[in-house]
């Protein structure tokens, strides 16, 4: 019996080079957007000790979003944009540029979504 084995999308090239270049900004902007967050809650209401946890715990679930750390592999590139859209990192304005297949693909996956 022949198995068909998964084959990721291709990457448009100009998208790939222009996700690469664009990665570093969302991540800057967004990780800003963090620690405005942090600081809301450190001023916040509440014991020093509650603040402090409180922190470590978001600080523990924010660590692993995609705004925060990519895995940067060209076949990962259309569902690192999905997680980045879902995070709040970027919306789909912010995907200006990029060619309109893969927009157009966004979109409509995220349809149900936004």
């Known amino acids: 019996m022949d198995q068909q084995q998964y084959q990721?999308?291709?990457?448009?090239?100009?998208?790939?080079?222009?996700?690469?270049k664009r990665v570093p900004e969302w991540q800057q902007a967004f990780m800003d957007k963090l620690n405005q967050e942090y600081i809301q809650l450190l001023s916040g209401p509440g014991t020093p000790a509650d603040k402090f946890w409180k922190l470590d715990r978001r600080i523990k679930r924010d660590r692993n979003l995609t705004g925060v750390i990519?895995?940067?592999?060209?076949?990962?590139?259309?569902?690192?944009?999905?997680?980045?859209?879902?995070?709040?990192?970027?919306?789909?304005?912010?995907l200006d540029g990029?060619?309109?297949?893969?927009?157009?693909?966004?979109?409509?996956?995220?349809?149900?979504?936004?």
């Open 8 to 20: 990721p999308p291709k990457v448009n090239e100009a998208d790939w080079k222009l996700f690469r």
């Open 70 to 94: 990519i895995d940067m592999r060209r076949s990962t590139m259309e569902l690192n944009l999905i997680r980045l859209i879902q995070e709040g990192a970027i919306t789909l304005e912010d």
């Open 98 to 114: 990029f060619s309109e297949e893969l927009r157009e693909k966004l979109a409509f996956v995220l349809r149900d979504y936004l």
